[in-house]
């Protein structure tokens, strides 16, 4: 009956260990998730940026030639 018991208690500290895992890669998914998001924001804030440097350098060339 021992060896059954320290089986058991192995088990529960098992799942313990696991349930208490979880929400930590919830977290870890919702950072991630995040992640992408805020890259995908400054990608597009560099993307205007370029265009409108360019659109502004386009207006100059333009003046420049009237």
């Given at each position: ?9 192995e088990?529960?500290?098992?799942k ?9 890669n ?25 265009t409108?440097?360019?659109?502004n ?5 333009r003046?420049?030639?009237?």
């Open positions: 009956m021992d060896m059954e018991e320290k089986r058991n208690e088990e529960e500290l098992v313990a260990s696991v349930e208490e895992s979880e929400p930590e919830e977290a870890l998914e919702s950072d991630h998730r995040f992640d992408k998001i805020y890259s995908n924001i400054a990608s597009n804030r560099y993307e205007n940026l370029r409108s440097w360019i659109e350098r386009a207006k100059k060339l003046k420049k030639r009237k």
